[in-house]
């Protein structure tokens, strides 16, 4: 089963550009990740040694399901703490997801 | 592959008049027959694309996080009806409990009926291979 976490909400006050960090705790597996549209995310794992995106686009699709719009990893991922970057319109509240199993 | 047609399941829908951009709550008690709630949509025909659901809640946890944008559970009609549901949350246990779900709408112009589509089942395992599939 899938629970979806919280690892950046804010409204990318420096320029846009926010860096963030996350600890996970009981999960050992990451599947997938989503944000808000118009935010480019860049994600880093395994205490910064891995980078899975850079720059990623998450954009706004609503013809596309629900279920099927997070970016999905293929390999489920253990970890110590991720890190990441998200870069958008300053001012703008983003938030940014992971999906743990 | 499983077939819709053989899942046992429910849509429960919750309706609300929105007249202005302030939070509005939607509170309504889930049908007791069913045990797990598993998926959450919202009809995009009215809500603003950036509409928030302050809260999703069931017997006083999170379903989904705080502010959550509506706009990951809004989909158009262009997706297939048994598609519209975002799931990726850990299956909720229920038995005729209550649902609060708190909304925002920070572009509202005009008042319009918000409706918020629930899917409750009793056979995750089935129900779960047809939302993900």
Known sequence: MYSLHKIYGGDLKNQGSESFRFTIKDFKKVCGAFCSGGVNLSLAFDNGKKVLLHGFEFSKKPDCPPNKRPLFFKEPIEMEYISGVANGTMGKESSVYLILE | ?133
């Open chain 2, 1 to 133: 592959m499983t077939e819709l047609s053989k899942t046992a399941f429910i849509i429960q829908c919750f309706d609300k008049e929105i007249v202005n951009n302030k939070v509005h709550e939607l509170k309504e008690e889930l049908d007791k027959d069913y045990k797990y709630l598993v998926g959450i949509a919202i009809s995009n025909s009215n809500a603003g694309a950036n509409s928030i659901l302050e809260q999703v809640k069931v017997k006083g946890a999170d379903v989904l996080p705080e502010k959550f944008e509506a706009a990951h559970v809004m989909s158009t009609g262009a997706v297939a009806p048994n598609k519209r549901f975002f799931s990726w949350f850990k299956p909720v246990p229920v038995s005729g409990d209550e649902m609060l779900i708190r909304f925002s709408d920070p572009d509202w112009s005009a008042n319009y009926n918000l409706q918020v589509q629930v899917l409750l089942t009793n056979n995750l395992e089935e129900i779960v291979n047809v939302l993900f599939a």
